[in-house]
């Protein structure tokens, strides 16, 4: 049994490796994202140097939370990498202790790391997210390119016609539409006209728009400082509709689901990322499994860099497995819990299967 003393240094070994990873690939992330937006942005009358460093710094815990499982993959194949150069596991295997006993720390903490970007970098993020959302939408206004435009729509019926309304973001629960574009057709079905408005909020029976844009039939766009569209939407609905899931912390997937299921939606999307969410450290204990077994072996002049690179594709190809499945997750072709929890499971069997042979013949 591996002593309370060697466990605590191979998980701090681990710790060590993971934080500087993690800190490594956010400098690389924030400048690439940085010189991203300068890219895109830069021709547009708000952009300056300091708005650009802010909305990179609101997109980086999004993009660091996508790159989790390569990080704790890659942490994994460090230490293992590196305590068998030192010689540590040559005299932890001479001591008696078998590969499962000095794993454990290291999948430990690797299930840490994960509890960690469940419980604390998903909340910045999706807060971040939303927030990078409606800046970005903000200056980028009505410059936007073919292709970027990113909004979502939902319908309303009332006595005065159907309305379609699309917003770059949603703030504030569904009560803040930013960059919203309302589309009123009458009951013959011919547009009656569209309003593009700079921010729109709902009040008790209809939406205030501010900054609105109007067009009517064949006439010049006529500018308005104000105008209200009639609405018999519930803010739960609309945030429903036009929030990404992407958007919405952990703590706050479970009542959307709920709300969207009291108004009759499967909610598979929000559903998926939750249970995506729930399984992610499990899964980067199924990466420690997958690193180990290519890290493990001793090689007195290091590892061939052929091992190495086998074990980075493996966690590559788990990885794009786990998207293809949340596809099928979210489009509701396969139930969100078995579609975020198989490819773990595969994973974790796999590399069990593959240390018990080599391990324990």
């Known amino acids: 049994m591996i002593g309370r003393t ?22 690389l992330v924030f400048v690439v994202t940085f010189t991203e937006i300068a890219g895109r942005f830069g021709d547009l009358p708000g952009y300056s140097a300091q708005w650009a460093l802010g909305l990179a710094a609101l997109q980086m815990p999004f993009i660091m939370q996508q790159v989790v499982p390569f990080i704790g993959l890659i942490a994994a194949m460090a230490t293992l990498i590196s ?21 454990t720390p290291i999948a430990l903490g690797a299930f840490v790391f994960g509890l960690f970007a469940v419980l604390v970098l998903n909340p910045v993020a999706a807060t971040a997210f939303a ?8 200056v980028r206004g009505a410059k936007s390119r073919a292709g970027e435009n990113k909004e979502r729509w939902i319908k309303q019926r009332t006595d005065a016609g159907e309305t379609v309304i699309g917003a770059a973001a949603t703030l504030d629960g ?20 569209r309003l593009d408005a700079a921010r729109a909020w709902l009040r008790e029976g209809y939406w205030e728009l501010r900054q609105v844009t109007r067009r009517r039939g064949n006439n010049a766009p006529e500018r308005l400082e104000s105008a209200s569209v009639e609405t018999n939407l519930e803010p739960e609905f609309v945030s429903q509709q036009l929030t990404q899931p992407e958007a919405v912390s952990i703590f706050d997937l479970p009542s959307k689901i709920e709300v969207a299921r009291s108004f009759g939606f499967r909610a598979n999307d ?10 992610l450290p ?20 290091g590892l061939p860099v052929t ?14 497995v786990s998207v293809l499945v949340k596809a099928f997750g979210s489009a509701g072709l396969v139930p ?13 069997f796999y590399g069990i299967t593959f240390l018990l042979f080599k391990e324990d013949g």
Do not use: C
């Open 307 to 320: 091992v190495i690179l086998g074990g980075i594709v493996a966690g590559f190809l788990l990885y794009v």
């Open 6 to 27: 060697l466990g605590g240094y191979f998980f701090r070994r681990y710790a060590v490796i993971t934080a500087w990873n993690f800190v490594g690939i956010a400098a």
């Open 131 to 138: 927030k990078a959302q409606a800046v970005e939408a903000q």
């Open 270 to 279: 929000f559903a998926m990322h939750f249970h995506s969410l729930i399984t």
């Open 83 to 103: 305590l068998n150069r030192k010689y540590e596991l040559v005299v932890a295997r001479a001591a008696g202790i078998s590969a499962w006993q000095f794993l």
């Open 336 to 348: 969100p819990f078995v579609a975020a929890w198989m490819p773990v499971m595969v994973a974790l």
């Open 282 to 301: 499990p899964l980067l204990v199924a990466m420690t499994l997958i690193a180990a077994t290519v890290s493990m072996r001793f090689a007195r002049m």
């Open 174 to 193: 569904g009560t803040e539409l930013v960059r919203p574009v309302f589309i009123v057709i009458d009951d013959s079905g011919n547009i009656v006209e």
